[in-house]
């Protein structure tokens, strides 16, 4: 018997799974989801662009987690959103802010290319570093702040990662749940190693915990804000 049939058991018989069990869960649903994504494009004509020569220049791009056919987590009230539909409007926001303090930045989704489609465009484009926007779930079972990367595929990501994990606790004044280095089969390793520029996914809140998700509806502009600074940080934009 597999791991996952022992833990659809344990669900299934009313017990509880840890955090980590339940990140697992969410790995192999993003991997499976991604690729199912992939297949719509390519079966409508639609293909991630090949890789090129990165442009000359310097600029944060901006992804938005997850798709319109499969949203992420659902956040309760008072947000009432998907991470898909939430991070979209958030998205608009930090490019908005981005544009007033001098950062170039643009928006990418992985909309009928998946990850790697999406994180070609990234590179195609010329971005400096990269952020990846989510938030997470766990039932209504844990709250706080955290941030993905991998120092593997690029030494900076580490230090990138911390700017946006102090950027978004400043924001918010949610708890530190610190920063999570992602290992191959992690959930969000795909996207945190995808491309070699400082990269990171940033995890806000807990949309399923009230208290997180009134801290983060409440306090969007100013987490638009705070994440547009720690870019020009990191671009070193006055």
């Not at 192999?28 to 079966?43: T, V």
């Not at 400082?198 to 100013?222: C, M, Y």
Request: charged share 25%.
């Amino acid at each position: 018997m597999s791991d996952l049939d022992i833990l659809r058991k344990r669900i299934n018989s009313g017990a509880n799974i840890k955090f980590q069990e339940f990140e697992d869960l969410l790995a192999q649903q993003e991997a499976i989801e991604d690729a199912l994504e992939i297949m719509r494009g390519n079966a409508n004509g639609l293909r991630g662009e090949p890789f090129t020569l990165r442009a000359s220049g310097s600029g944060l791009a901006i992804v938005v987690g997850h798709t319109q056919n499969a949203q992420g987590a659902y956040g309760g009230p008072p947000i009432n959103q998907s991470e898909y539909v939430w991070n979209k409007d958030l998205a608009s926001k930090i490019k908005a802010a981005c544009s007033r303090l001098g950062v170039p930045a643009k928006i990418f989704y992985r909309d009928n290319v998946g990850i790697s489609g999406a994180y070609q465009q990234v590179l195609n484009w010329g971005a400096t570093c990269v952020m990846e926007l989510h938030f997470n779930a766990h039932m209504g079972a844990a709250k706080g702040t955290e941030t993905l990367y991998d120092a593997e595929t690029n030494s900076g990501s580490k230090e990138w990662a911390r700017r946006l994990q102090r950027a978004m606790l400043e924001a918010l004044g949610t708890a530190d749940r610190d920063l999570k280095e992602r290992d191959p089969g992690d959930r969000g390793y795909e996207s945190v190693s995808a491309i070699d520029i400082p990269s990171a996914l940033v995890e806000p809140f807990f949309g399923d915990n009230v208290s997180d998700a009134t801290k983060g509806h409440n306090n969007k502009d100013e987490l638009a804000e705070a994440l547009a600074r720690a870019a020009a940080a990191q671009l070193g934009i006055a």
